[in-house]
């Protein structure tokens, strides 16, 4: 049988997403209530970052031992990785002693490599090209607040970045629209949005692109290695800013996501990120709860 791997959202069908959805949310009132559910009792996660976390680390481990199970997690000073062992050859020796993989790294296509040589499943825990598990937290959030996202929607504002790129694959995954506001210059990549077909509009108005939105979201100007670029990302962006004014064009119930570490007062007000319209805490929690469906899944399967 081959081996299933989560590197983007397209890996899986809707179908197969829906189920993930209504399987975080029950595995999350499942925590709550106190039950003890270790189906994945003697699995290790392997865990490979070369880039830092702080939700995405906390989440993956504190999934693994509420399931029964150990991550074991890797720095870059950790492993033969860091000192210019060949990624196939890694990949080949680590997935015979662990059960599932996932990887945090800069470059999109060593994910991919990786996954096509490991024997376990391999999870894409960011890339600089994609950041899939985010966006299985982000819409669970709208269903738990607004149902189904279904034919909603969505305006991204900010950088056409990894993000973008995930939110880009859920609309075509999920169906819903999805209008795109970037600067020129800093658009998605123009394939994915390609993929994607008439659920993705990409614009340049901020504005416009929140009409009646019923999500708006947003991500950092300079994402992580691009710390040299932050001064002149901070002069092209600042359009771009998600405030009061932003958000009063979209629904009076629109909500307000963001995948955090947040710089308030760049791409978004203090006001907006603790006020009415934000989800941002929830949405962080739901880290934890999304990828415990999709660890669930990989590793057992459907369970209901």
Not at 40 to 51: A, D, R, S, T, W
Not at 57 to 74: D, H, N, T
Not at 100 to 119: M, P
Request: with cysteine; hydrophobic share 45%; charged share 25%.
């Amino acid at each position: 049988m081959n081996v299933r791997h989560f590197l983007t959202l397209t890996d899986f069908t809707p179908a197969e997403l829906m189920y993930l959805m209504r399987r975080a949310i029950e595995l999350k009132a499942m925590l709550r209530r106190g039950e003890r559910h270790e189906p994945l009792k003697g699995k290790v996660l392997g865990m490979i970052f070369e880039k830092s976390s702080t939700r995405t680390r906390v989440s993956f481990e504190a999934g693994m031992v509420q399931f029964g199970g150990a991550a074991i997690f890797l720095s870059p000073r950790d492993t033969q990785l860091g000192r210019g062992e060949p990624i196939e050859d890694a990949a080949r020796v680590l997935s015979r002693m662990v059960d599932i993989i996932t990887i945090r790294t800069f470059e999109h296509n060593k994910v991919e490599l990786f996954a096509r040589y490991s024997k376990v499943p391999v999870i894409n825990a960011l890339t600089d090209l994609h950041h899939p598990c985010q966006l299985l937290a982000d819409i669970q959030t709208f269903i738990e607040h607004r149902g189904d996202i279904q034919g909603r929607t969505v305006a991204w504002v900010g950088d056409g970045n990894n993000m973008c790129h995930s939110f880009i694959h859920a609309a075509k995954q999920f169906d819903f629209q999805l209008r795109i506001a970037t600067p020129p210059g800093f658009a998605p990549d123009a394939a994915i949005v390609k993929s994607a077909g008439t659920r993705v509009t990409v614009m340049e108005d901020p504005m416009q692109a929140a009409k009646d939105a019923d999500l708006i979201a947003t991500d950092v100007w300079a994402s992580m290695g691009q710390e040299d670029q932050q001064a002149a990302r901070a002069q092209a962006f600042q359009a771009y800013q998600v405030n009061a004014e932003l958000m009063h064009k979209a629904k009076p119930d629109a909500l307000f996501m963001h995948c955090l570490p947040a710089h308030r007062e760049e791409e978004v007000t203090a006001a907006i990120l603790e006020g009415k319209h934000s989800v941002v805490w929830d949405e962080a929690e739901n880290r934890l709860h999304a990828q415990k469906a999709l660890l669930e899944f990989l590793l057992v399967g459907q369970v209901n």
